[in-house]
Structures are given as C-alpha cells and as structure tokens.
C-alpha cells in the first residue's frame, strides 16, 4: 500500500483517482487543484506520502514544473504524470524530470492499477507504448 498526494485541476479526475487508489488498497492522503497548492502542501508535509500524481496542464503551475521541484527537493516520492496529452515529447521530458509513470485519460481502473503496480518498484519510465495503448 502506498500514499498518495493527487494533483489536478479537474475535480471528476481527483474523485476518479481517489476512488480507483483506496479500491486498489492505497490510502489517499489529500489532494490538490493547483501547483501552487501543491507545493504548499508538499514544503510541510512530504514525509507522509509515497507518491504524488500531477496533471500536466493545469493554470498557474503546470504538472511539469511540480515534477521537477519533486525531482530537486523531495526524490523519496514517486512521480507520476496523468495527463490527456499522449504526446512522445512530453513522456521523455516527464522522464528526464524523474516521473516513474504516465498515465493517460481517460482513467481506466485496471490500467491504472496495473501501472502503479508495476512502478511501485522502479523510478524511470519509457516512451513506448504498450500493447493496451497507454504510454509506459
């Protein structure tokens, strides 16, 4: 069981996320709409979580620059980007900046479930994509 802090801009994906991690015997420990809110969270309370989701587009600070603050300041927490945007570019950069895993929306429970299972051990990610069409 990890514990995880989600960040996204978008309510449904939060409640979504939640719902799928507790399913999957995860403990949800908070969660955020904006960088911003985020980082506030993280500068006080890092210790309590494993990993930390982060959308990429969001307003303010965007997934990726939270993804490099993590990367600099916090590396005992695993990354992962969940995003709508499949795009090769933003996958490698998502690695360079240390994300362990990219999920792509729509969510789909097993998918998701099974990346996370899959990551829980390893802190790199490849641009490839896999044979249920989600970039790994």
Do not use: C
């Not at 210790?47 to 600070?61: E, N, R, S």
Request: no cysteine.
């Amino acid at each position: 069981m990890a514990r995880f802090y989600l960040v996204d801009d978008s309510l449904f994906v939060l409640t979504q996320l939640t719902q799928i991690l507790q399913k999957g015997g995860h403990q949800v420990v908070g969660s955020a709409q904006s960088g911003e809110d985020a980082l506030r969270f993280l500068d006080e309370h890092a210790g309590t979580i494993d990993a930390i989701t982060l959308d990429i587009t969001m307003p303010g600070l965007d997934g990726m620059e939270i993804l490099g603050r993590i990367h600099q300041e916090w590396p005992a927490i695993m990354p992962l980007i969940v995003s709508g945007l499949a795009k090769r570019d933003l996958v490698l950069e998502a690695g360079r900046l240390g994300a362990a895993g990219y999920l792509i929306k729509p969510l789909v429970r097993e998918r998701v479930l099974e990346k996370i299972a899959e990551v829980l051990g390893t802190q790199t990610i490849t641009a490839e994509s896999g044979s249920n069409g989600e970039l790994q």
